[in-house]
């Protein structure tokens, strides 16, 4: 014992940082560990999720829901119109981003996108006819999740719009994402001038049926290895898309210009996609779709399926909970704003692209990706830090998509609501700022997390189903 306290003092302190404080003002070294109660301190939580640890029936269910999204061989068969080839689509239904919303409830960009959705189905003949009909009871609103599609920020789908058709070929489940329009005043930030229209107008009549011959031809695209190699050139195929648009364009062209399609609209298209470096982001949030769909209804297991924002609220679904929504309120994002723009001009956290996450990409895999800090905020250190921090409440690493930067290893993915309740850890997600007005579009990206309200209510809901 002497001989102890003649050393100097070192401490790891954990939790309240005032313990250490004292220790570091009389010289010694101290080590600070961030720990905070399992639930946030909430006695019931915590008594519930101690239900669902180490419980072999969860660990089980887990195991085959990983187990399959790992298997998942997500394909890009064809583009077709969403009525054509969306399960359960009706003639006047129209799908948005997130957990279900009234049109009453709805934020200024879903609404946006909604009357301009209107005005390319040719079901109002102005703006004003158009907001009329979106708010009677003609007009069907149900969530992209809930027919297998996917959307980002507004996520507005319309019957004739043309979508992406990704299928699982491991286990015969499809999913489907609407076209990437390009930056700026677009429908998704709901933008719905002429100029808007006219090029949805375009895309749907010259652009998808040059994108499905050339598929066709193709015989599809086998997904997984692209994203793979897009990881390995800087992309996490949230946000910087840039690699994998380029990876999709030498793929497509030289198959593109031996179809009879005259080689104007040929031009023209391949003009459009070159110049667009997201036009990869609705590809990669279906191939995330199709293999996290082949996850869900895993009865016991904790894994998130989704997580998608409507703009008013952000939800969860679990595997083992069925299409149950867990919500709470959409955050606002501060992240780096363009000129001109504040967090008081942002509209709540909007989209489906957040599924990216949900399958260990985008913010998941930012550490492959550090170019994207000058996008969303923060430094290369931090991009680096919210790859380890994922790894604290995933089930796994897919190893099929591996960083460069981290020795090859695999990104964290399977998110366990266990984990992240019992670590107090949220899972990142790195997004797009819409205006909270329809009509201005884009005004910035960030770093943003899921509220853990939704997490803990999981929890909650998958211990009462197993007990």
Known sequence: MKDLFKEDLQVINVGLTSFGEVVAREGGTVLQIEWSPPGQGNREIGKKLAKLVNLPEVEKANQRAFKNYLAAQPILESVGAAKAVIPNMGERMILHAGPPVSWEEMCGPMRGAITGAILLEGWAKDLDEASELAASNEITYE???????????????????????????????KAFCSLNEGLGKVLRMGANSPDVIDRLK????????????????????????????????????????????????????????????????????????????????????????????????????????????????????????????????APKVNGLYFPGYSIEDAAPDLGDSAITETAGLGGFA?????????????????????????????LGLNNALSLPVMDFSGTPAGIDIRKSVDTGIAPIINTGIAHHKAGIGQIGAGITRAPMACLAQAVVALADRLH
């Not at 999740?145 to 489940?173: D, R």
């Not at 009879?260 to 667009?276: S, T």
Request: aromatic share 6%.
């Open 202 to 329: 375009w895309m749907g009549k010259d652009l998808a049926p040059i994108l499905k011959s050339t598929l066709d031809r193709l015989g599809g695209l086998e997904l997984k290895p692209m994203i793979a190699q897009a990881l390995q050139m800087g992309d996490e195929v949230h946000n910087r898309n840039a690699a994998a648009s380029s990876l999709l364009l030498k793929r497509l062209v030289p198959v593109m210009v031996k179809t009879d399609i005259p080689l104007d609209q040929i031009a023209a298209a391949v003009e459009f996609i070159a110049g667009n470096d997201h036009f990869f982001l609705n590809i990669s949030m279906a191939a995330c779709k199709a293999m996290l769909d082949a996850a869900h209804n895993q009865p016991g297991s904790s894994m998130v399926t989704a997580m998608a924002r409507n703009g008013v609220e952000f939800g969860i679904r679990v595997s083992g909970t069925g299409d149950s929504w867990f919500t709470a309120p």
């Open 366 to 394: 930012m550490a492959t990706a550090p170019a994207i800090v000058k996008f969303v905020g923060g430094s290369v250190q931090d991009a680096f830090a919210y790859t380890r921090e994922m790894t604290q409440i995933t």
């Open 143 to 173: 969530p992209n999740h809930h027919h297998a599609a996917v959307g980002p920020m507004s996520g507005v789908t319309s019957p004739s719009m043309p979508v992406w058709i990704v299928s699982n070929s491991t286990h015969g489940n």
